[in-house]
């Protein structure tokens, strides 16, 4: 199957292409020629498929045509190495929870997928360079965990990552090197472009991005929206679920559209944002209005032009047509916080700030007699400091949070300086001229 860039300009290319190389030429995302529909036959029998079962169907309809079904489902089945249960919250109203991976976020999925797909497509050394302010890096750096030919270089801000989130990616070892910058995010960000946009240093290595626009990163995430909704079938909800995504990049989100467009019955979409509300405001007035992000507490929804609007808009053709099948909400941190409160109050549930949006959105748009899913993106534990601040009592922290806290950080040091961050991968990583 082939891939088209959003942008239109650049040459159709194969799911190798884009999965190598992640953003198009005329820096467009990629998206499917075409978005299979699955079977009646699936949808008759998939409420008594287990997860891997289902999403083994789902990726044979994007890339059985591309990869040996045996291969993708080795990939699928070692990338969903957890569940995703739906919990009930209220009567109407289920959590879908997407943080049980390794790193407590539901990143896990789509880093580990991408991982062992990029194995499957390359065969000297790959490097993957991704900078970070927290969640991203640890969801990379541990989905691409001791995966054969691939190394990992993780750039964050010293000192300006919270210490939970440090441990995550920097006391892994392996092909896993983390470099605390002198500098800020965007000085990360920066040193990872520059590498990328440095024509004789590509020559001599392979490198690539583990960034979220990747269609193998991307697209694996619509395997949760057809298990949560199997599981409320399960449950004896006949009626199709309203789905409540929080979003920041839109790239979840965006795999739960094109769920629903492989026909699994959704009745709509609502998507959750914090202050950040650039999508919200496009749903009002048709306008998009990019800007920078503004900082929340729900920090990993910080993004002020989200880079799968251009998907979203791809896959609709029109403002009025997102319109009818999606809606808004966007939440300050006093809503977050009260949010938190109050569902805990009421119902024993314990959102995190991402989970929060999501829930509130749902419960003020779902109407009477539906029943609607919201997406728990990450554990609370992730957010203790915020989540202890607005409880006022202590979250309890899962093992395998602790166990990233007992090992030996290490990470190198560097400048925020190009010239030295160009020396150290070039003494770090192997030629690929043979
Ligand atoms: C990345 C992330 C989001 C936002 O997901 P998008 O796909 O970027 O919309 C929400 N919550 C958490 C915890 C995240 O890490």
Not at 85 to 90: E, F, H, N, Y
Not at 259 to 271: C, N, T, W, Y
Not at 308 to 314: G, Q
């Amino acid at each position: 199957m082939m891939y088209y860039s959003t942008n239109g300009k650049a040459a159709p290319a194969t799911l190798r292409h884009a999965v190598v190389k992640g953003l198009a030429e005329d820096r467009g995302l990629y998206v499917p020629e075409r978005i299979q529909r699955l079977s009646p036959d699936f949808f008759a029998n998939f409420r008594d498929m287990d997860f891997a079962e289902i999403a083994c169907h789902v990726a044979d309809a994007f890339f059985g045509v591309d990869i040996p079904q045996e291969a993708l489902h080795r990939i699928v089945r070692e990338s969903l190495s957890f569940d995703c249960p739906i919990v009930p919250v209220d009567a109407d109203k289920y959590a879908l929870e997407l943080f049980h991976g390794p790193t407590l976020a539901f990143k896990d999925v789509g880093a580990r997928f991408m991982a062992r797909m990029l194995r499957h497509f390359s065969d000297g050394e790959l490097n993957v360079l991704v900078a970070t302010s927290g969640d991203t890096g640890s969801a990379v750096a541990n989905g691409f965990l001791g995966v054969e030919g691939i190394r990992v270089f993780v750039l964050y801000p010293e000192g300006k990552v919270s210490p939970i989130q440090e441990c995550q990616f920097t006391t892994l070892g392996q092909n896993i090197t983390a470099i605390a910058v002198d500098g800020v995010f965007d000085d990360c960000q920066a040193l990872v472009k520059q590498a990328f946009m440095d024509a004789s240093l590509n020559e001599e290595r392979a490198l690539t991005s583990a960034n979220s626009i990747n269609v193998a990163r991307f697209l694996p995430q619509s395997f949760y929206y057809f298990w949560a909704c199997a599981q409320l079938k399960r449950r004896g909800v006949q009626e199709a679920p309203v789905i409540c995504v929080p979003s920041g990049n839109f790239g979840n989100i965006c795999a739960a559209l094109y769920a629903k467009r492989m026909g699994l019955d959704v009745k709509r979409f609502i998507a959750a944002n914090n202050a950040n509300s650039v999508f919200y405001e496009y749903l009002r007035d048709g306008q998009y209005r990019p800007r920078p992000s503004v900082q929340t507490i729900a920090n990993a929804m910080d993004v002020g032009d989200p880079s799968n609007f251009a998907r979203v808009l791809h896959l609709y053709g029109s403002h009025a047509a997102i319109c009818a099948d999606i809606s808004g909400a966007t939440y300050n941190d006093t809503q977050i916080a009260q949010t938190i409160r109050d569902v805990k109050a009421r119902t024993g549930y314990l959102c995190d700030p991402h989970g929060a949006c999501g829930y509130r959105a749902l419960a003020e748009g779902l109407q009477a007699g539906e029943t609607g899913i919201f997406c728990e993106t990450a554990h609370p534990a992730k957010f203790m400091d915020t989540v202890e601040a607005i409880l006022g009592e202590e979250v309890t922290v899962p093992e395998k949070l602790l166990a990233f806290t007992r090992g030996q950080r290490q990470s190198v040091r560097m400048p925020n300086d190009y010239a030295a961050f160009r020396t150290f991968l070039l003494e770090h990583t192997k030629s690929q001229i043979q």
